[in-house]
């Protein structure tokens, strides 16, 4: 099993960016995914997560700016990004809570991380 992010980038501020964050192998079932970042010397931060029903939570730094949403069909989840500021610039990791396929446990998976940078 393995996360692969995409969709960072440079962006202005004001402007957006959408990550996604597949998830592909021997998968039986995905429960919640989610966004954290870390951004240069600071502790790596929840940005956003959803459960397999779409019940969604964010952090307060990104409440009406961020929208995460998934594909269970696709076991992709993605991160809309808008009304970006430097302070959103950070690298972003996906995270899902996986059962693979023959083995009895959850366990969490991380993607590769994705730089996001707004600047002007």
């Known amino acids: 099993v393995q996360l692969q992010a995409s969709g960072g980038g440079l962006v202005q501020p004001g402007g957006s960016l959408r990550l996604s964050c597949a998830a592909s192998?021997?998968?039986?079932?995905?429960?919640?995914m989610g966004w954290y970042r870390q951004a240069p010397g600071n502790q790596c931060e929840l940005v956003a997560t959803?459960?397999?029903?779409?019940?969604?939570n964010y952090a307060d730094s990104v409440k009406g700016r961020f929208t995460i949403s998934r594909d269970n069909a696709k076991n992709t989840v993605y991160l809309q990004m808008n009304s970006l500021t430097p302070e959103d610039t950070a690298v972003y990791y996906c995270?899902?809570?996986?059962?693979?396929?023959?083995?009895?446990?959850?366990?969490?998976?991380w993607g590769q991380g994705t730089q996001v940078t707004v600047s002007s």
């Open positions: 995270n899902a809570n996986i059962r693979p396929m023959g083995y009895p446990k959850w366990t969490d998976y």
């Open positions: 959803i459960l397999a029903s779409k019940t969604t």
């Open positions: 192998g021997r998968i039986f079932s995905i429960n919640t």
